[in-house]
């Protein structure tokens, strides 16, 4: 008998379903759409924190770089400041050199004027030993002298001063002892000058080297660390410039979201898909949901063709289901459907096969239960 009810092939087939499958998935698209741009926003969002984070990085990095240029500025100033020093104590240093210079010229003038203390001192050595020896020969001769038996007189050439030529002669050699002593002591005198010159200008000379050694060590740390201070201001150069890439690159990208995002509304407004990609991946859905549900009707269609080769004692069977009752078509009775009789089974009757069309059509007669 026929089913009052409608079959699921006719209800997923009708075109109501269809719709609203179709929107359906239209909401789940425009869901998913309004997912992605929250989360676009919410990607917007970070970008604008961060290209704000790195404004303010970048701000204090410029403020680094200027207290860098101050510091470069400082000790260029102080490298200035030290060459200067070491070009006035260079100069110091050669004037002191001259003076030094003039004051051993001055010295080996007076070493050259100065008596020859050594040959003095042996030759008063040797004086003082024919001193003694002419004394102890003084002496002989006074004894020899004073003998008595001695006859031999010898009579001495010259003549004696008298008391005013002696001390005309004592007085001249008093006054040429004192010159002498007079001249002696201003040697001494420009000796201890000389000496006390040549000491204060050699106390001069080493202190000015190592004034000048302490100078190089300065300037040789003040060079290291200006070029420390350079390699780290180039790093910072360096990777500011990078972050600066960055944020121009991850500007650019927010820009062209932004620009997406106001297509997707315009279109969405317009009826459309957000873009092209959003659109075929809305129709690549489509056809593997219509896939799926081919597949699904297919697969229930093929248990419905399985379930149908169970007999009612639950086994299987690949016979063709024959009916077990018929409709009788007379005009009396009817339309019902009366089982077939006890003793005989289910029949069907065969295809008819093209040669039956030579054989002439059986008369139907009433059959009588």
Request: some cysteine; aromatic content about 4%.
């Amino acid at each position: 008998p026929p089913s009052s009810s409608l079959s699921p092939t006719f209800l997923f087939s009708s075109p109501v379903f269809l719709q609203k499958l179709a929107i359906s998935h239209l909401a789940d698209s425009i869901n998913q759409s309004e997912e992605e741009m929250v989360q676009v926003r919410k990607r917007y969002e970070q970008a604008v924190q961060s290209r704000n984070d790195r404004g303010v990085r970048l701000v204090s990095l410029e403020e680094e770089i200027c207290i860098f240029y101050e510091k470069e500025h400082l000790h260029e100033s102080l490298l200035r400041n030290g060459d200067i020093e070491l070009q006035t104590k260079e100069e110091e240093l050669k004037f002191l050199q001259v003076e030094l210079d003039d004051l051993q010229r001055s010295i080996e003038v007076c070493r050259q004027f100065q008596p020859k203390k050594r040959a003095l001192d042996n030759e008063m050595a040797t004086a003082q030993i024919q001193l003694s020896q002419c004394r102890d020969r003084l002496r002989d001769l006074e004894k020899e002298l004073e003998n008595v038996k001695n006859s031999r007189v010898n009579h001495l050439g010259g003549h004696d001063l008298n008391p005013q030529e002696l001390e005309t002669k004592a007085a001249e050699l008093e006054s040429r002892l004192a010159e002498k002593q007079q001249q002696l002591l201003e040697k001494e005198l420009l000796l201890g000058e000389v000496s006390r010159l040549t000491e204060r200008a050699q106390k001069k000379v080493d202190a000015s080297h190592a004034a000048r050694v302490s100078g190089s060590r300065t300037v040789n740390d003040l060079h290291t660390k200006l070029k420390q201070c350079n390699r780290k201001m180039m790093a910072m150069l360096s990777e500011l410039t990078m972050q600066q890439a960055t944020s121009i690159r991850l500007q650019q990208e927010v820009a062209e979201r932004e620009q997406h995002l106001q297509r997707g509304i315009q279109r969405l407004d317009q009826g459309l898909a957000p873009d092209q990609e959003t659109d075929e991946q809305w129709e690549r859905e489509q056809r593997h949901k219509a896939r799926k549900e081919r597949d699904r009707l297919v697969d229930q269609q093929a248990a419905e063709e399985e379930s149908k080769h169970f007999m009612p004692n639950g086994e299987w069977t690949s016979a063709e289901i024959r009916p077990n009752c018929y409709i009788p078509k007379t005009e009396d009775t009817l339309p019902i459907a009366k089982p077939y009789l006890r003793d005989f089974g289910p029949f069907k009757s065969s295809d008819q096969f093209p040669n039956q069309r030579h054989y002439r059509k059986p008369v139907q007669r009433p059959l009588e239960i």
